[in-house]
């Protein structure tokens, strides 16, 4: 059956007479009839009770009534959830990210998304690359930004921005006070890595360096990086980014030589087009940057 009939069926119900409801309904008298009896035979039953002046409804019908209010509120429910979702006024979006982005870059695309479409409810979830990585793939999120690189064809890869890595020392370090380092200066220094992918481009700089770092430790909260590194356990090579909330204690310096960066990306479910509110929020983003 389809929505039409039933709407036809409840305004002949309300007329009780099949010349008034067609009329109200701008139809042919024949038109309407018709159709009720398309629905009779698809539901095995009659309708009505048909009069010369009057048509109510059998059983069958009555039953039907109820059904087919309901059926009719829940698709103008439906048709309204998504005119809402593409017009942005409701619906929700979520967004997988890396701390240091989190932290440093998304707050203002953030806060511009909320004014403009304060009726999508937007979720953001912080991890590691590769965790980021497989909540696009399985569709926890529908957008994810991470360092790259990014393996497998599962994903469409927007480009960034691409920033250095950098040395944050301790303010009592021999190098805390010059503008820039070779790597090489802090090899008999102890390390704090930073977890991540992050990590991993840090340790293979030393080793491009020339030498093996000393860990002293390893986290993946940036703030307890920053204490440790402020409090003498070691030096942390980190992301631009990270650095850019200064931190009591610390000092960040530039790294000469054979440049050590990143690239930062957004992840997309490859093939899939983005939502509405996902469409929004990454022209926001990209604005931003």
């Not at 929505?3 to 024949?30: G, I, K, M, P, V």
């Not at 020339?210 to 003498?232: D, M, N, Q, W, Y």
């Not at 070691?234 to 050590?260: E, F, N």
């Amino acid at each position: 059956m389809d929505l039409y009939q039933l709407e036809y069926f409840l305004e002949a119900a309300r007329q009780r007479n099949f010349t008034r409801a067609a009329a109200r309904l701008h139809l042919a008298q024949a038109a309407l009839s018709e159709q009720i009896r398309k629905l009779e035979a698809e539901l095995g039953a009659p309708l009505f009770h048909r009069g010369r002046r009057e048509s109510t409804l059998t059983a069958a019908g009555e039953t039907l009534s109820i059904h087919a209010e309901a059926l009719l509120e829940q698709a103008a429910a439906t048709k309204r959830a998504v005119h809402d979702i593409t017009g942005l006024r409701g619906g929700r979006l979520h967004i997988g990210t890396i701390p240091s982005v989190s932290a440093c870059l998304l707050p203002h695309a953030i806060t511009s998304f909320r004014k403009l479409h304060p009726g999508v409810e937007l979720a953001l979830f912080e991890g590691t690359s590769e965790a980021v990585a497989q909540w696009v793939e399985s569709g926890r999120v529908e957008f994810g930004i991470v360092q790259q690189p990014t393996t497998g064809d599962s994903f469409d890869a927007l480009p960034l921005f691409t920033e250095p890595f950098v040395a944050l020392v301790p303010r009592s370090h021999p190098v805390a006070r010059q503008s820039s380092i070779t790597l090489g200066k802090l090899s008999d220094t102890p390390f704090v890595l930073y977890k991540g992918r992050a990590r991993d481009t840090a340790l293979g700089a030393c080793r491009a360096a020339g030498f093996e770092p000393r860990i002293a430790c390893e986290s993946s909260e940036l703030e307890t990086i920053r204490s440790l590194v402020a409090a003498g356990l070691g030096v942390a090579i980190l992301p631009q980014l990270a650095t850019r909330q200064k931190s009591p204690g610390c000092a960040a310096v530039r790294l000469r030589g054979t440049p050590v960066e990143r690239e930062v990306a957004l992840l997309s479910r490859a093939g899939h087009a983005p939502s509405p509110a996902g469409a929004a929020f990454r022209t926001l983003l990209t604005a931003a940057l």
